[in-house]
């Protein structure tokens, strides 16, 4: 079974530029998490789709965060403009169901905004 | 509220000896599910161990094991003969009920000292 891929693995760029991520989840799961992850913090939420449409955006910033799951496959998740705040490992995950399935997790994109 | 509590920020065991990781949550409801997750210093964060809580059994993976205790809201995890390659952040999580959302704790930086 092929894993959750994410890309790129890392990102740099200066404050106010503009970023995206790419998840494609493992076949079949019809949940998809976006977690940010700061250094030495547990991974914080930002959205999660059932299918292709939204379950929980509520700590999404969305005055610069967006995020999409195209036709309840693949997701990107955008950051415009980025602030140095923003700096974090996003993670991907992607599940059978939202409550008893684990989480698979891809390997993250540690973003550094300067 | 339902909460994730990991009061142990970090670890340090002798490589061999056996080491209990504690997680203590706050929920109201009967039925649910808890998961132990891994992140190595590589990133990815993978599965240790799950247990439902409906069942009166330990959840038990090779050296891995959980100590649950429903009406204490505790899930511990235990992991015998400790390994360098356990080394890692160990977070506990679960499902909040009505919106799914996986809450996890904010981890437990382990290290397991040759």
């Known amino acids: 079974e092929a894993g959750v891929a994410q890309s790129p693995r890392y990102k740099i760029i200066e404050k106010r530029q503009s970023v995206a991520f790419w998840c494609n989840p493992i076949?079949?799961?019809?949940?998809l998490y976006w977690y940010q992850q700061i250094l030495g913090q547990g991974p914080k939420l930002l959205i999660q789709?059932?299918?292709?449409?939204?379950?929980?955006d509520s700590q999404l910033p969305k005055d610069r965060f967006s995020a999409e799951r195209l036709k309840g496959v693949d997701s990107t998740l955008k950051i415009q403009p980025a602030k140095l705040e923003d700096s974090a490992v996003y993670l991907c995950a992607s599940s059978l169901d939202r409550t008893r399935s684990p989480l698979h997790f891809g390997n993250g994109t540690r973003l550094t905004v300067t | 509220a339902q909460t994730v509590t990991q009061s142990q920020p970090e670890m340090s065991v002798q490589e061999a000896e056996t080491v209990t990781l504690s997680c203590t949550y706050d929920?109201?409801?009967?039925?649910?599910?808890l998961f132990w997750y891994k992140q190595p210093p590589s990133r990815q964060m993978i599965l240790v161990i799950r247990?439902?809580?409906?069942?009166?059994q330990n959840a038990t993976e090779n050296r891995f094991s959980v100590n649950f205790q429903k009406a204490a809201k505790s899930f511990s995890l235990k992991i015998s003969d400790s390994q360098l390659g356990d080394t890692a952040m160990y977070f506990c999580?679960?499902?909040?009920?009505?919106?799914?959302?996986?809450?996890f704790g904010k981890g437990t930086r382990l290290h397991i000292l040759p």
């Open positions: 929920t109201s409801e009967n039925n649910y599910y």
């Open positions: 247990q439902e809580a409906y069942k009166q």
């Open positions: 076949s079949g799961h019809a949940t």
């Open positions: 999580a679960f499902p909040r009920r009505g919106d799914d959302k996986i809450i």
């Open positions: 789709f059932q299918n292709n449409g939204v379950v929980d």
